[in-house]
């Protein structure tokens, strides 16, 4: 435990962690805790060298990146802990920057029921080889967080870049040779 202190009003054991001894970690961070119920309130943590070259070990942390690092988020409601956002941020081997963020915006407790064990996805299951059936209303309810300022000018200066790149006379002409 590296300290006590409150995070989001409640007091948390904040444990951070690091490469295990002789140096083989593959991750480093903090963990938040509830001092009263031990439930995880939030984690933060970075992907280091080490555990990026291993795509087998950790098939989503790895790949063809410089850096990679996380952080995950809960909230109680009705007595329960959920998960309520992640932040994915990174540094692609080129040196371009990426993030991906994940935000639940509402929740509907009582629902949903564990998935049986039989029927839960294994680590080299590929998804189109999972058969359903397609609810083309599944999505109707759910809603995205818009775009912040900065990131719509950005998705806009992007889209003009490439609609120039696409409209350009020489690149037309490689097209059709």
Same mark, same amino acid.
């Given at each position: $435990?590296?300290? $006590? ?24 961070? =903090? ?8 439930? %995880? ?25 410089? =850096? ?11 007595? =329960?802990?959920? %998960? ?45 080889? $999972? ?5 083309? =209303? %599944? ?12 990131? #719509?000018?950005? &998705?806009? &200066?992007?889209? #003009?870049?490439?609609? #120039?790149? &696409?409209?350009?006379?020489?690149? $037309? ?5």
């Amino acid at each position: $435990i590296e300290n $006590i202190t409150t995070y989001e009003g409640r007091p948390v054991y904040v444990i951070r962690f690091d490469k295990a001894e002789g140096g083989k970690g593959r991750m480093k961070g =903090a963990l938040y805790i509830d001092t009263l119920s031990y439930a %995880f309130l939030r984690a933060q943590f970075e992907i280091l060298p080490e555990g990026l070259s291993k795509a087998n070990d950790y098939p989503l942390y790895s790949g063809s990146w410089k =850096a990679n690092r996380y952080t995950v988020n809960y909230r109680k409601v009705d007595g =329960a802990w959920y %998960f309520s956002n992640a932040l994915r941020e990174g540094v692609y081997r080129d040196g371009g920057i990426y993030s991906n963020e994940i935000t639940s915006t509402e929740l509907q407790t009582g629902r949903g029921k564990p998935v049986p064990y039989i029927e839960r996805l294994d680590r080299g299951d590929e998804f189109l080889d $999972i058969t359903g059936s397609y609810d083309e =209303a %599944f999505w109707r309810d759910y809603n995205t967080t818009p775009l912040s300022a900065a990131l #719509q000018t950005a &998705v806009q &200066v992007r889209n #003009q870049e490439k609609a #120039q790149e &696409v409209f350009d006379s020489t690149f $037309i002409v490689r097209l059709q040779t």
